[in-house]
């Protein structure tokens, strides 16, 4: 099996079969969601994965070298997109999916989830992917690359349950920018499932309470 990026994995049981791949945001690491997941307690025992972008220049930051899932060229998030570095963070992660395949996971047992970047880069990923996943979290984000949605989308996806979520007062990925990728998926046929908090640029301790009540009536059911 091809490598897959540095990881660190928290089980919360004995032989999981579950598994919560979780990105983080533009210079974090995948250290960044793991107190998160700490917080929430599920039903049943899940694998969590939380991956480390690799590092490289964010044209925005000045070209300074940080942990990015892809580059960013211009204030206006959106605009001018690497669509590359998106495809090719979208190849990893779904290397990742392989390996948890692999080592017994269904495909429907298996959730992305992800906050601003990362949640881009879990949009990105779950909506091409050829199986019906467990679900997509998808936080502070957007949806990347949406021209190219509905010559590449699989017919799967349409039935993936997403959880999007936005704080009103997000300074960096805006909150119409949010809602807007929210209402096109709803739009196209997704059942998407949307939040919205009173927050900046953030995770707020009601939204991680709204995610635990969402992923624990998805694991309940497969259980």
Excluded at 69 to 74: G, P, R, T
Excluded at 75 to 103: M, V, Y
Excluded at 126 to 155: M, N, V
Aim: with cysteine; hydrophobic share 40%; proline share 5%.
């Amino acid at each position: 099996m091809n490598s897959v990026l540095p990881h660190i994995t928290l089980d919360t049981g004995k032989s999981p079969q579950h598994t919560i791949i979780w990105l983080h945001g533009l210079g974090a690491d995948g250290g960044d969601f793991v107190p998160v997941a700490e917080e929430m307690s599920l039903p049943v025992a899940v694998r969590y994965i939380f991956p480390h972008a690799p590092k490289q220049p964010v044209t925005i930051n000045g070209g300074f070298v940080m942990r990015a899932w892809y580059d960013i060229a211009a204030a206006e998030i959106h605009a001018r997109q690497d669509e590359k570095g998106i495809r090719a963070s979208q190849a990893e992660i779904e290397k990742l999916i392989d390996q948890e395949k692999e080592r017994g996971v269904k495909a429907e047992n298996i959730f992305l989830a992800g906050f601003s970047q990362g949640g881009a880069i879990v949009l990105q990923t779950g909506l091409r992917h050829k199986e019906k996943l467990g679900g997509i979290l998808a936080l502070s984000t957007y949806l990347p690359l949406a021209e190219t949605l509905i010559d590449e989308a699989s017919e799967a996806a349409k039935g993936t349950p997403f959880f999007m979520a936005h704080g009103r007062s997000d300074p960096i990925v805006p909150y119409n920018l949010g809602k807007s990728s929210a209402d096109k998926l709803s739009g196209l046929g997704y059942q998407v499932e949307w939040h919205e908090y009173s927050m900046q640029h953030s995770v707020c301790m009601d939204e991680i309470s709204d995610i635990g009540a969402w992923l624990t009536q998805r694991l309940k059911k497969q259980s």
